[in-house]
């Protein structure tokens, strides 16, 4: 089987929150803000992730749907170009109310620190050489 693409789906409790959220980042608008979803693209490749409400998102997984302000779901990792970079997004979410759970700090090779987004969705800033 091949797939063409991939994307992720999130609950938001609050998606004019998210859409401003991920509007201060940079991340660009995928389509149009309605108030049932919310859409970005992330990365080179565009990766999509869409947000929607418990309610709409709920009705096609066919279950409940919680929000990971107490626990984990997944981490997405966005990768920078250089620690100068990985600083400069530190001191954006700080900036921009975002949840920093993991300080900046060398990893291996690497530099990363981690940050949660108004819902609580976790993505590290990895800097990797190389890479």
């Known amino acids: ?3 063409k ?3 992720a ?3 938001s409790a609050d998606l004019h929150k998210t859409a401003e959220f991920y509007s201060a980042l940079g991340f660009k608008a995928n389509g149009n803000h309605t108030h049932e979803a919310a859409s970005f693209c992330f990365g080179k490749n565009d990766f999509v992730i ?3 409400t418990p309610q709409r998102l709920g ?3 066919n279950g409940e749907l919680s929000l990971p302000a107490n626990g984990n779901e997944i981490i997405f990792s966005l990768s920078a170009g250089s620690k100068d970079e ?3 997004w530190f001191e954006k979410i700080k900036a921009i109310g975002g949840t920093v759970f993991c300080e900046p700090e060398d ?3 690497g530099y990363t620190f981690g940050f949660a987004d108004p819902d609580g969705h976790k993505f590290n800033v ?3 050489p190389g890479m």
């Open 1 to 3: 089987m091949n797939t």
């Open 126 to 128: 990895l800097y990797w």
């Open 50 to 52: 869409n947000f929607f």
């Open 5 to 7: 693409m991939i994307w």
């Open 107 to 109: 990893y291996d090779q």
């Open 9 to 11: 789906n999130f609950a």
């Open 86 to 88: 990985v600083d400069r």
């Open 59 to 61: 009705k096609k997984v």
